[in-house]
């Protein structure tokens, strides 16, 4: 029997499996709205796009635009965003099309330096019933005006733009409750060791006061512990300082950064840590800024819950991708245990950092035997 043929791949498809590939592979809102724009114009040969997103009070809490030059956005000035055609497609739940803009009885204005437009296909995004964004097309090329089956391409895009957009939300929003969990474990360690702390040299100083002329051998016995105490309670909080404050990595780069940032966490915890970069290529900021918080992470949760005499930390560029391991010979734990991630909340940012950077973790630990924390992500292209 022979094999059933395999139907040709058309130069729409392609371009459509393209961008929904790259959308599915973005989580930011502004950054999934601007390869949707690109990707509508690519699709139907328009001159011009854009997609915006409504504010719920008939302008747009987003507008981004593709097609037309710096030069050209900075002499028209602030683009029209809240009337016209515009604004009225937040409001439509249909396609519309039409050969000139200017002639649609909704059309206002132009600023002087905008482009004078003719060809129209707008489009909207729904999702649940609701209008959450609008595609803007002008200007097909090479021809008069958009045809049915640009509106077809647009509307089939804007199908897998509701989900992408939504799905870049939900992203968003689960990245702010990390940080939001992150500084209430900040707010906990605060209470739990340096307020505890101090209450504690509160009341040593309090018996140093009444033992100075009764007892003073005791008195002087409190007053160092009283010393070590301050000491401590100065350690941690310097500690916590420097977990908030940011990295310099702009002008010193990702390597002597987090040499630094060792520096101090190897004198507060008193703990050996030991980096290894060999072979580690700079990468752009963005890329590296990640990085460095996903090795902040690791180290913080092998200083404060492993017990580990020894902490390595490697970083190198091999094989199209950055490598990370932070590895300690501590107490180790179980990484299926759920209740782990209550106490270790850098565990989820981290996974969420690296799957925002398209790259890999995995997690190997056992009681009594240490972990390592291994990371692998692509290059910046």
Known sequence: MAAAKKSPETPLLRAMSDAVLAMTAAHQVER???????????????????????????????????????????????????HGLLAAMLDEREPYR???????????????????????????????????AAFYLTDKRAAREFTKADQSTIEMLAAHAAIAIENARLYERSRELT?????????????????????SISLTAEAVTGLIERDPDAAKAQAETLRDLAREASQEMRSLIFELRPAELE?????????????????????????????YERQPLPLEKELFRIIQEALNNAVKHSEAQRIGVSLATKNGSVAIAVDDDGVGFDPS????????????????????LGGEMSIKSKRGKGTRVQVKVPLAR
Do not use: C
């Open 251 to 279: 002008s010193d780069g990702l390597v002597p950064t987090l040499r630094k940032h060792i520096d101090v966490v190897r004198r507060i915890s008193h703990k050996r840590i030991e980096l290894s970069e060999d072979g």
């Open 179 to 199: 940080v939001t969990e992150e500084r209430n474990r900040l707010a906990r360690e605060l209470h739990d060791s340096v307020i505890q702390m101090l209450f």
């Open 98 to 132: 039409t050969t000139d803009i200017r002639e649609d009885p909704r059309f206002e204005w132009w600023p002087d330096a905008h482009p004078r437009m003719k060809s129209f296909l707008g489009v909207p995004v729904i999702s649940h019933g609701e209008v959450i």
């Open 337 to 356: 245990d759920p209740l782990i991630r209550t106490r270790r909340l850098g565990m989820t940012s981290m996974e969420e950092r690296v799957e925002a």
């Open 32 to 82: 999934v709205l601007q390869l949707l724009a690109e990707s509508a114009r690519t699709l139907v040969g328009a001159r011009y796009a854009a997609i915006g997103i409504p504010d719920g009070e008939g302008g747009f809490a987003a507008f981004i635009h593709t097609g037309m030059s710096d030069e050209l956005v900075a002499r028209i000035g602030p683009l029209p965003r809240t």
